[in-house]
Structures are given as C-alpha cells and as structure tokens.
C-alpha cells in the first residue's frame, strides 16, 4: 500500500534538501576557487547569508510573530537543533581533512540512519520494520560504494587519522540528534520560522569562530559573491526549510536515509562538471541509493498527527 499523499510529499522535500545540499561542496570549491578563503569562513557565509535570506522572508510572509513566539516557548529546543547542525557541519570539515573525503562521508552519514533507527525502535518500543532495515542497508552499501570512488583531500596519518575518524563518528551522532530534534520541533511551528530560528543561532556562534581564522574572510569578486549568495540561499536557507517541513510527515530515520541523496549529488556534479571519474562502482552505488529512496515509500510515516504551529497560523513552506 502506497504511504498517504502527504508523507509522500514530505519525503519529496527531503530529498530535495539532500540534493541541494549535494551542490554545497561543488559550490564551495568553485569560491576557494575565485577567492581563498578558509571552509570556516565559507561556511559562516553560508549561514550568515542564509539567517538575513530567512529573516527577510519571515517579514514578507508575516510570520515574525511565529518566530518570536517559537524563540520564547522553546528557546533550548531551538538553540539544540542550532548548535548541533552547526556542530556538524564543523566536525564534519575538520574529519574530511583528518581522515579524508571518503571515511568521513562514510562514517558521518553512514551512522545517522543506524542511530536513528535504533532511537525510533526504542521509543516506538517495538523492533525496527525489515523492511526499514533493508532499506537503510541498501543506502549504506550505496553509500560506501559512492564515496568509496570520490576524490578528495588525501587523509593524514597516524594519531590524527584516528583522530579523524572519531571526529566523524561525533559528527553523525550530531546529525542524528539535529535531525531526531528537528523532527520533534517540526511539529511545533511552521519550517519557515524554525529554519530562521536554527540558522540564526549557527550564524550567530560560526561567524565569531570564523572571524578567527586566518584570512581573507571578504571579497570583492562577483563570481565569488555570486556562488556564496547560492551557498547560503540555495544549499542553507531552503535546503533546511525542506527538511524541516519534511520532517513533519517522514520519520527521522527515512529523512537521512532520504538525504544520502547528497553525496550523490556531489559525486554526479562532481564528474560532470569537474572531469572526475566516478566508475562502474560509483554509478552502482548511486542506483541503489535511489533505489533505497525509492523503497522509503514503503516505510510507515509518522503516527502522530502533525500539531499546528504556534498561534494556529496556516503552514508556509520557503519553497
């Protein structure tokens, strides 16, 4: 049986966050390009563009009285999904250049689905469905295949690979609970202001961090100011406002699974634009993590029906 029209569009606009985010590092690497500045900085204009795109928005659509109201009901819920997404994205870069492309894609977003999938049986108390299970083991062999052919930053040795690894390792737990919590608050209040909510706080705590990094952190080259504008607007500001919205029909153990769509993305992007190989091994991992997607459909949707946001205002969506 085919899962309600809604939970069907959730998952669509989980997915759809997923490959937007998937043109992040391609969008990136084009800035260092252009203008060499470090990842922290990139990424702190990523999220800075991204919070005044969103506060913009909030206004336009009437909305402010939503956020401000979300700030004030469930300002610690808010700051934990903030902190932890920024968290990632932070442990994430520095795994990449500990332990390399590859191990940290592996690690990080490998571990998310298992541990959600594990949070949810536990909470639901009951086992987790087999077929949610083959599901997520198609995605992670996908996964492994895709990345496993990726290029990258080459790894460092020893200690700091080590190092590396359980840097990753954090960062899919930080995943996990970003996307558990967000699923939670989702229920709570419209994606536009929860997404405006989250960023602002990891706009807030990365841009003073990144301040303190070694130069240069402006530029003066339009190129370079175009493709930041589509970093924040594109891969932050409405990448989020999906997955939030998602979340409120798709389970956060299908929403990751859903977002392995990613480095898919980023692989196909990758050997489009920039001349890199993906190979046989490369492509078969891509099918099965679209088949793995595709098989979500099956997975039950959320049971508990979805709360109207606060103050009882119609739900819109930063499509």
């Not at 959730?10 to 500045?37: D, H, K, N, S, Y």
């Not at 997404?85 to 250049?97: E, G, I, N, P, R």
């Not at 992670?140 to 052919?149: C, E, F, N, Q, R």
Request: with cysteine; proline share 6%; aromatic share 4%.
């Amino acid at each position: 049986m085919s899962s309600p029209p809604r939970s069907s569009a959730g998952l669509v606009q989980v997915c759809l966050a997923g490959v937007l985010w998937g043109t992040g590092g391609l969008t990136v690497t084009l800035v260092r390009e252009r203008a060499p500045m470090n990842v922290v900085t990139a990424s702190a204009w990523r999220l800075a563009l991204a919070a005044l795109v969103l506060l913009v928005a909030v206004v336009a659509v009437r909305q402010g009285g939503q956020l401000l109201r979300l700030l004030r009901e469930r300002p610690g819920a808010v700051a934990l999904v903030g902190l932890s997404t920024t968290l990632y994205q932070t442990l994430y870069f520095a795994a990449v250049v500990l332990a390399g492309v590859s191990v940290a894609t592996v690690i990080s977003l490998g571990l998310a689905p298992v541990l959600l999938t594990v949070v949810e049986a536990v909470r639901h108390r009951r086992p987790p469905d087999r077929w949610a299970v083959g599901t997520v083991t198609v995605a992670l062999v996908g996964l492994l295949l895709v990345s496993a052919t990726g290029h990258g930053a080459a790894a460092t040795e020893g200690g700091a690979r080590v190092l590396g690894v359980l840097l990753a390792l954090a960062a899919g737990a930080a995943y996990a609970f970003a996307t558990d919590r967000a699923g939670l608050l989702a229920g709570a209040a419209a994606p536009l202001p929860l997404t405006t909510a989250t960023t602002g706080i990891g706009a807030v705590v990365l841009v003073p961090v990144a301040l303190l990094t070694p130069g240069p952190h402006l530029t003066g080259d339009p190129g370079a100011l175009a493709l930041l504008v589509y970093l924040g607007v594109f891969t932050m500001a409405l990448s989020y406002a999906l997955l939030y919205a998602g979340l409120r029909t798709t389970t956060g153990s299908a929403a990751v699974v859903a977002t392995l769509l990613e480095p898919v993305t980023a692989a196909v992007a990758a050997a489009l634009l920039l001349g890199e190989r993906l190979g046989p091994a490369g492509w078969a991992g891509t099918v099965l993590v679209l088949l793995a997607v595709a098989g979500l459909a099956r997975v039950e949707p959320r049971a508990q029906p979805v709360a109207p946001p606060p103050g009882g205002d119609r739900e819109v969506t930063a499509k």
